[in-house]
């Protein structure tokens, strides 16, 4: 009889976290712990977060900026699964010294939080958040631990919300930079916590850049998917070419703009190059998902749900 694996998730409270904390939980080989910065908080929201999750596994106390707490986190623990999201002092520091931690107590696979576009396709300096996890592949690769980089493409949910620039549901308008045919790939965040649980117990991850996939598609049709689901045309136009946002890109940061306000444009960059698109799709190896395309995504959510998504953290 096969023994069961203990993993140990980070940044469970999170929109992608809580969702793979229940897709973990749902695995009966998987001992589930879930590494909470403490388990009383003040914040009530936060605090039934955490109640709900002491259901789904066993809740331990450790903080990113806490050696000591990370290696009692550890300890016994034969897979991280990171789902930590921030800035630099989060995603790099925060993230190395849980690899730091996970080494040292022997945890033999750490899964990174990646859960993006294929970065090994673009440089430094071409993504403000793919820089971070660029930097920490590289230390995970470097620690000698077996790995796993998951890769989603885009989430669905941010790609059509306010925050990525590309939708604007109150006007009836879609905006994107290039030609609007370079393909690219979009991935529900539930899709993606369904398949990270996969990666975890599936021994052909291990090492690997883990890239599944719910819909490839166009900026046009993507257009295209939400006027066949809603019954509402869309008026398109595209800001230029990938040469020009670009441009855009570098003035901007030229300007000292907020990192923020690039980010959007960084991350269409690199889909409307097509630079970042996925190459090895193994989303095939589990029939038992079945992911939604970005039609579907639209079917069953409403402008309302596009514009909180951002709001949760």
Known sequence: MTSKKTVLLAGATGMLGSKIALALASKESIDLRIMVRSRKVNNEKKQQQINILEGLGVIVEGDLNDQESLEKACTGVDTVVSAVSGWEDVVVTGQLNLL???????????????????????????????????????????????????????????????????????????????????????????????????????????????????DVISMKEAVAAYEEVKGKK????????????????????????????????????????????LENIVSDRYPHIKPKSLKDFFADSNTQTFELVLNQS
């Not at 493409?153 to 879609?174: C, D, M, R």
């Not at 136009?237 to 907020?258: F, P, R, V, Y």
């Open 100 to 214: 730091a931690a996970a080494k040292k107590l022997g945890v033999s696979h750490f899964i990174p939080s990646d859960y993006t576009y294929n970065y090994f396709n673009i440089q430094l300096g071409d993504n403000y958040l793919s820089d971070f996890r660029i930097r920490v592949a590289q230390a995970v690769k470097e620690s000698g631990l077996d790995y796993t980089f998951i890769m989603n493409g885009i989430f669905a949910e941010v790609f059509v919300s306010p925050f990525f620039n590309v939708f604007n549901f109150e006007t009836g308008t879609a905006q994107y930079w290039g030609d609007g045919e370079t393909q690219f790939d979009v991935t529900t965040i539930e899709d993606t916590a369904k398949y990270t649980a996969e990666a975890v117990v599936d021994p052909r991850a291990i090492n690997t850049s883990f890239q599944v996939v719910g």
């Open 234 to 277: 869309l008026t398109q136009t595209s800001k230029g070419s990938a040469e020009d946002l670009k441009a855009w890109i570098e003035q901007l940061k030229a300007e000292n703009a907020s990192p923020f306000s690039i980010i959007p444009a960084q991350y269409q960059w690199g889909m409307v190059t097509g630079k970042v698109k």
